[in-house]
Protein backbone atom coordinates (compact mmCIF):
# COMPACT_ATOMS: atom_id res chain seq x y z
CA UNK A 1 0.00 0.00 0.00
CA UNK A 2 1.29 3.21 -1.30
CA UNK A 3 2.04 5.76 1.77
CA UNK A 4 1.73 9.55 1.50
CA UNK A 5 2.85 12.00 3.88
CA UNK A 6 1.01 14.84 4.33
CA UNK A 7 3.03 18.47 5.78
CA UNK A 8 -0.09 21.20 6.43
CA UNK A 9 -0.13 23.50 8.99
CA UNK A 10 -3.62 23.42 8.82
CA UNK A 11 -5.68 20.22 11.12
CA UNK A 12 -8.33 20.33 9.20
CA UNK A 13 -6.47 19.92 5.95
CA UNK A 14 -4.62 17.32 7.36
CA UNK A 15 -7.64 15.60 8.24
CA UNK A 16 -9.92 16.02 5.05
CA UNK A 17 -6.95 14.75 2.79
CA UNK A 18 -6.02 11.78 5.70
CA UNK A 19 -9.60 10.93 5.27
CA UNK A 20 -9.96 10.68 0.91
CA UNK A 21 -7.03 9.62 0.59
CA UNK A 22 -7.26 6.42 2.94
CA UNK A 23 -10.68 5.96 1.70
CA UNK A 24 -9.02 5.46 -1.73
CA UNK A 25 -6.62 2.57 -0.16
CA UNK A 26 -3.44 4.91 0.63
CA UNK A 27 -1.37 5.08 4.16
CA UNK A 28 -1.14 8.31 5.45
CA UNK A 29 1.29 9.51 7.91
CA UNK A 30 1.27 13.40 8.71
CA UNK A 31 3.32 16.38 9.91
CA UNK A 32 2.08 19.94 11.31
CA UNK A 33 5.25 22.00 9.82
CA UNK A 34 8.64 21.20 7.99
CA UNK A 35 10.89 19.89 10.54
CA UNK A 36 8.34 17.99 11.59
CA UNK A 37 8.13 16.18 7.40
CA UNK A 38 11.66 16.24 7.22
CA UNK A 39 11.67 14.04 10.11
CA UNK A 40 8.57 12.40 9.11
CA UNK A 41 10.22 11.64 5.53
CA UNK A 42 13.42 10.01 7.23
CA UNK A 43 11.34 7.78 9.19
CA UNK A 44 8.12 6.74 7.51
CA UNK A 45 10.27 7.06 3.98
CA UNK A 46 6.87 8.01 2.18
CA UNK A 47 6.13 7.33 -1.46
CA UNK A 48 4.75 10.52 -2.35
CA UNK A 49 4.93 14.29 -0.45
CA UNK A 50 1.88 16.57 -0.29
CA UNK A 51 3.45 19.75 1.01
CA UNK A 52 2.04 23.26 1.83
CA UNK A 53 4.12 26.23 1.33
CA UNK A 54 3.22 28.71 3.85
CA UNK A 55 3.82 27.21 7.13
CA UNK A 56 5.17 28.49 10.33
CA UNK A 57 9.29 28.35 10.65
CA UNK A 58 10.71 26.50 8.24
CA UNK A 59 8.16 27.12 4.81
CA UNK A 60 7.79 24.65 1.80
CA UNK A 61 9.95 25.64 -0.17
CA UNK A 62 12.96 25.10 2.46
CA UNK A 63 11.33 21.40 3.25
CA UNK A 64 11.58 21.28 -0.53
CA UNK A 65 15.16 21.96 -1.14
CA UNK A 66 16.54 19.86 1.68
CA UNK A 67 14.15 16.77 0.39
CA UNK A 68 15.49 17.38 -3.27
CA UNK A 69 19.09 17.85 -2.47
CA UNK A 70 19.39 14.60 -0.56
CA UNK A 71 20.10 11.50 -2.15
CA UNK A 72 17.85 9.39 0.30
CA UNK A 73 14.75 11.39 -0.80
CA UNK A 74 15.59 13.39 -4.04
CA UNK A 75 13.44 10.49 -5.91
CA UNK A 76 10.18 11.20 -4.12
CA UNK A 77 7.60 12.56 -6.02
CA UNK A 78 6.32 16.64 -3.88
CA UNK A 79 3.24 17.90 -4.98
CA UNK A 80 3.15 21.80 -3.48
CA UNK A 81 -0.54 22.28 -2.19
CA UNK A 82 -0.51 25.81 -1.06
CA UNK A 83 -3.20 28.56 -1.36
CA UNK A 84 -0.47 30.72 -2.89
CA UNK A 85 -1.11 31.01 -6.27
CA UNK A 86 1.02 33.43 -7.75
CA UNK A 87 3.00 32.72 -10.60
CA UNK A 88 6.64 33.67 -9.05
CA UNK A 89 5.90 30.77 -6.26
CA UNK A 90 4.94 28.32 -9.31
CA UNK A 91 7.92 29.24 -10.79
CA UNK A 92 10.18 28.71 -7.53
CA UNK A 93 8.87 25.63 -6.82
CA UNK A 94 9.72 24.07 -10.17
CA UNK A 95 12.80 25.36 -10.27
CA UNK A 96 13.20 23.34 -6.62
CA UNK A 97 12.34 20.35 -7.73
CA UNK A 98 8.38 20.11 -7.21
CA UNK A 99 7.07 17.17 -8.89
CA UNK A 100 3.36 19.49 -9.53
CA UNK A 101 1.55 22.39 -7.75
CA UNK A 102 -2.19 22.65 -6.21
CA UNK A 103 -3.58 25.22 -5.55
CA UNK A 104 -6.38 25.83 -2.50
CA UNK A 105 -9.46 25.19 -2.62
CA UNK A 106 -8.90 22.66 -5.12
CA UNK A 107 -11.32 19.92 -6.80
CA UNK A 108 -10.46 16.61 -4.72
CA UNK A 109 -10.39 14.00 -7.59
CA UNK A 110 -8.05 16.18 -9.06
CA UNK A 111 -5.69 15.83 -6.78
CA UNK A 112 -6.44 12.25 -6.56
CA UNK A 113 -5.51 11.90 -9.99
CA UNK A 114 -2.10 13.82 -9.71
CA UNK A 115 -1.19 11.27 -6.62
CA UNK A 116 -2.27 8.01 -8.98
CA UNK A 117 -0.22 9.58 -11.62
CA UNK A 118 2.62 10.42 -9.55
CA UNK A 119 2.82 6.80 -7.45
CA UNK A 120 2.72 5.29 -10.97
CA UNK A 121 5.32 6.92 -12.57
CA UNK A 122 7.46 6.42 -9.21
CA UNK A 123 9.67 3.21 -9.22
CA UNK A 124 9.88 2.53 -5.37
CA UNK A 125 6.38 2.98 -5.19
Do not use: C, H, W
Not at 5 to 14: F, G, S, W, Y
Amino acid sequence: MPKILIVDDEPEMREVLTMRLEANGYEVVTAADGEEGLEQTKKEKPDLILLDIMMPGMDGLIVLSRLKNNLETSFIPVIMLTAKGDTSAIMESQRVGATDYVIKPFEPSQLLALVKRYLLSNPKA
